[in-house]
C-alpha cells in the first residue's frame, strides 16, 4: 500500500515568511511524529501525535513552531517567522498506534530559508 | 540521558569487502529497543531491523548482520561482501519505553559508507 507521503518535497522561502508543511501517514496508523535533519544538529524529535492529541511536543526549538493534526490523519507542521536556522529537511513518520511499532518514514520537506 | 554514537563519520570500502559499522548507546531504561536506518541518496530513511533489550540474539538476513551486546551497551551492524547499491548513510537509533510513553527515536550522528566499484 502507499507509505508516508509528504508535500512539498522542496520549499524556498525568504526569512521572516511563514511555512506550512504536510504529512499523509499511512492509512490507518494513528500515531504519527515529526523529525527534523539538519547538518549541524543530526536527525531531531520534534513532536509525537496519538489520534489528534500530542502528548509530546518537547522537540519544538521555539514558539514559532507549531504542529496539528486533524481528523487522526493529515498533519501540518508550521513555522512562523522563519529564520535562516530552520533550513532542514523536516521527515514524519507514522505508526499503526502502538509505541513499540517501528516508524515508517516519508521523504521529507526540504526547507531553505533565504 | 539517552544517547546514541556512531563513532565512524564516513567508511570507504571496495565492492566485496565486509565492513562493520559501529553503534553504542546509552541508557537507564532496561525496556527499550535498537534500530537501524538506510538513507540513501534519494533522501528517505529506510527501516532496516528493530531489536528489543531482551533480545540478544544476533540477527542475519542476507548480506547484513547485527550484533546485539548488553554487556557494552553495543548494536553493531555488519555489511558481507558490500556492494555499491550499499552506499548511504546508516542511522543507528534509540527507542526508550520505560520512562518514555512516546516511542520517539534517538539518533545517532550518521555513518556515511562509500563502496567503491
Known amino acids: 500500500g502507499a507509505g508516508v507521503s509528504q508535500s512539498p518535497s522542496n520549499k524556498v522561502t525568504e526569512k521572516g515568511k511563514d511555512v506550512e508543511l504536510r504529512c499523509d501517514p499511512i492509512?490507518?496508523?494513528?500515531?504519527l511524529y515529526w523529525y527534523r535533519q539538519s547538518l549541524g544538529q543530526g536527525l531531531e524529535f520534534l513532536i509525537y501525535?496519538?489520534?489528534?492529541?500530542?502528548?509530546?511536543k518537547s522537540g519544538l526549538p521555539s514558539d514559532r513552531f507549531s504542529a496539528e493534526r486533524t481528523g487522526g490523519s493529515v498533519s501540518t507542521l508550521t513555522i512562523q517567522r522563519t529564520q535562516q536556522e530552520d533550513s532542514a529537511v523536516y521527515l514524519c513518520?507514522?505508526?499503526?498506534?502502538?509505541?513499540?511499532?517501528?516508524?515508517?518514514f516519508g521523504p521529507g520537506t526540504r526547507l531553505t530559508v533565504l | 540521558a539517552q544517547k546514541v554514537t556512531q563513532a565512524q563519520t564516513e567508511i570507504s570500502v571496495v565492492e566485496k569487502e565486509d565492513v562493520t559499522l559501529d553503534c553504542v548507546y546509552e541508557?537507564?531504561?532496561?525496556?527499550?529497543?535498537l534500530f537501524w536506518y538506510k538513507q540513501p541518496p534519494s533522501g528517505e530513511l529506510v527501516f532496516l531491523i528493530r531489536r528489543n533489550s531482551f533480545d540478544e540474539q544476533n540477527e542475519i538476513s542476507g548480506r547484513y548482520s547485527w550484533n546485539f551486546q548488553k554487556s557494552t551497551s553495543s548494536f553493531n551492524f555488519t555489511i558481507t561482501a558490500s556492494q555499491v547499491v550499499d552506499s548511504a548513510v546508516y542511522f543507528c537509533a534509540l527507542s526508550e519505553y520505560g520512562s518514555s510513553n512516546t516511542g520517539k527515536l534517538i539518533f545517532g550522528q550518521g555513518t556515511t559508507l562509500q563502496v567503491k566499484p
Open positions: 513518520a507514522s505508526i499503526p498506534g502502538l509505541i513499540t511499532d517501528t516508524q515508517y
Open positions: 492509512s490507518g496508523h494513528t500515531a
Open positions: 501525535f496519538q489520534g489528534n492529541s500530542a502528548p509530546d
Open positions: 541508557t537507564r531504561d532496561t525496556t527499550y529497543y
